[in-house]
């Protein structure tokens, strides 16, 4: 009998031991899961960190030609130029998409000019019309007068003038990154 209650009572024992190894095995297999999940959370954090650092350098990537070459969107009205200061770079090829709202009744000729000599610009657009001027900007890096000479009182009307800003080829990028 005594020889039987022993077994059984160390057969219990053993269970309980058994359990309590289950529970600590399940217990480290949650801890090793949130330190996965902790794992992924922290690569998913340096891969945003990462991603919005790509982005702004990437974005002012994209802002640095668009002030100094490529496209470049300008208005003629009876108010002037608008933008009337445009920044282009010495040298580059710039694609000016001009357009203008005013009617012809208002304009001289039915035109408004564009007329910069010195950077060899001397272009007509047509009332209520859009036009794009491929335009080679010289190699003279500067600041000049552009004014429209068939109306608004021509060169002499301080309304119809505005200003062109040649930078130097490759200083544009550096002075933005500068400042
Ligand atoms: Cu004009």
Redesign the pocket.
């Known amino acids: 009998m005594t020889t039987e209650t022993a077994p059984r009572h160390d057969r219990r024992a053993a269970t309980t031991a058994q359990r309590r190894a289950q529970r600590e095995q399940a217990r480290a297999a949650a801890r090793g899961g949130s330190g996965r999940a902790r794992q992924l959370a922290f690569a998913g954090i340096v891969l945003g960190v990462l991603a919005i650092g790509a982005f702004l350098a990437f974005g002012d990537f994209l802002n640095r030609p668009a002030t100094a070459s490529g496209e470049i969107n300008i208005q ?1 009205s ?1 108010a002037g130029f608008t933008p009337a200061v445009i920044t282009v770079k010495a040298g580059s090829t710039v694609t000016l998409d001009w357009w203008t709202q ?1 009617a012809a009744i208002h ?2 000729n039915g ?3 564009m007329v910069a000599p010195d950077l060899g610009l001397n272009e007509a657009l047509p009332a209520e019309s859009s036009r794009t001027v491929t335009w080679t900007v010289p190699n003279k890096p500067g600041t000049y007068d552009v004014w ?5 009182g021509g060169k002499d009307s301080p309304t ?1 003038h505005g200003k062109i800003v040649v930078q130097p080829a490759d200083s544009a990028g550096e002075a933005r990154g500068a400042a």
């Open positions: 003629s009876m005013d304009l001289q035109v408004h000019t429209c000479e068939s109306c608004c119809m």
